[in-house]
């Protein structure tokens, strides 16, 4: 008798469930993340530019935002269990093919597809839980994987510099390409289907791009997208940039670089759980605009310092340290306006959500290195002009006085 990967799903308790939806949650960050303090020693060792390195960000970034753009509504049709599977499985294969590649060519197609299947633990785990868990039950575990995804960024860059201490670059996607390996058979072993067949969607993609569509003839709704996806941008031109300009001009480590990099993280953590705190006492719309102004004045401020010859690494960290910790409040905030805005077609609305993501942060990682070489001032100006952007669309379209987006009360 035949058995189905839909039908040969294994029984569960909510734990192990949550867990292994939790590495699959963090295994994108990770992949983003932890190469970044061997930036230097990938431009050494394929004998190509720093931006050419940026371009891999770049890649993998289109590819999670392509991937969970497309691979959310494929789910709704097709069921999940699957998808994370082949998902998992391609993560393993492509990062073995980044480890391994011999052109920098090569290591950049296989980053766009590595970010395509680390995709799929993203959008789909988004899909199992809610699939699974209903009201207050549902906030909960969506709660906790937001806390690992958050938690990831800070991990990763100290991984990796662990990693880069004991070995080359390459060493960094054999631990990644381990890594699916061992999400793969967590997914067989504990992530049973979630959606039965007469629950599947027969429109699939088509029905989710016309909802999309709709959404986006909302001026509120593109404006909230903007401030969210610039404001990534500003983080991943930070990301990309400050490799060489903490180890290259101010002479760190990567072992120093990482440190100051998950320093920097954990100040984003600590601010999504002071939003966590306040978003029942104060508006969903003014704590918005507390972080676009905290991210913007750091901006303006490491600019002003470099333009009058102060680049120093301790007046660069802190700046960069307030940038990163007025992001983890304006990433909350915005995604849970936006969530509410387009609360009539969720699927749509969480796609969007990531494709607006992760297009913004592909556009702005290569930015800073795109003069020929990545300073101090070309990050920071990078960081500021999307912040601005960011600002710009909070004031002109977003209009938080309006209070879209608000729950009942908060008005």
């Not at 999670?64 to 049709?77: E, H």
Request: with cysteine; charged share 10%; hydrophobic share 55%.
């Amino acid at each position: 008798m035949n058995v189905s990967v839909d039908s040969a799903t294994p029984r569960t308790g909510t734990g192990r469930l949550i867990i292994t939806l939790g590495g699959l949650s963090a295994v994108s960050p990770f992949a983003t993340d932890m190469y970044a303090p061997g930036f230097p020693q990938i431009v050494a060792s394929f004998e190509t530019s720093g931006t050419a390195v940026q371009l891999s960000l770049t890649a993998c970034l289109i590819g999670l935002a392509v991937g969970q753009v497309v691979l959310g509504p494929v789910s709704d049709a097709m069921g999940r269990r699957r998808l994370l599977l082949a998902g998992s499985g391609m993560f393993t294969v492509l990062s073995l093919v980044c480890a391994l590649a011999p052109s920098i060519a090569v290591f950049n197609v296989a980053r766009l597809l590595q970010g395509i299947a680390g995709s799929a633990g993203l959008v789909i785990g988004r899909a199992v839980i809610s699939d699974r868990f209903t009201g207050t039950h549902a906030a909960r575990q969506l709660s906790t994987l937001s806390v690992i995804a958050m938690t990831a960024p800070v991990l990763a860059p100290v991984a990796g510099g662990l990693i880069l201490g004991i070995g080359s670059w390459r060493l960094v996607f054999v631990a990644l390409a381990v890594t699916g390996l061992l999400l793969s058979t967590a997914v067989w072993a504990r992530v049973p289907e979630s959606l039965p067949f007469e629950q599947r969607q027969a429109g699939g993609l088509r029905a989710v791009l016309k909802a999309m569509g709709g959404l986006l003839r909302r001026r509120e709704l593109i404006g909230y997208l903007l401030v969210m996806g610039c404001g990534l941008g500003a983080l991943f031109a930070y990301i990309s940039g400050s490799p060489f300009v903490f180890q290259s001009i101010y002479g760190l480590s990567p072992a120093g670089y990482s440190l100051v990099f998950a320093t920097n993280a954990i100040g984003t953590v600590m601010a999504g759980v002071a939003f966590g705190r306040l978003a029942g006492r104060l508006r969903l719309n003014s704590l918005l605009a507390i972080g676009v102004v905290i991210t913007a004045s750091s901006a303006i401020t490491l600019v002003a310092l470099l333009a009058v010859g102060i680049s120093t690494f301790p007046a660069t960290w802190a700046c960069l340290f307030g940038v990163t910790f007025g992001f983890g409040v304006v990433l909350p905030a915005s995604t849970t306006i936006i969530l509410a805005v387009g609360s009539d077609a969720p699927g749509a609305a969480s796609g969007l959500l990531g494709g607006a993501q992760f297009v913004l942060s592909a556009a702005a990682a290569p930015l800073p290195g795109v003069l020929g070489s990545t300073t101090a001032m070309s990050m920071a100006v990078v960081v500021l002009g999307f912040v601005l952007i960011a600002a710009a669309a909070l004031i002109t379209l977003a209009r938080p006085w309006q209070n879209h987006g608000e729950p009942a009360g908060q008005h």
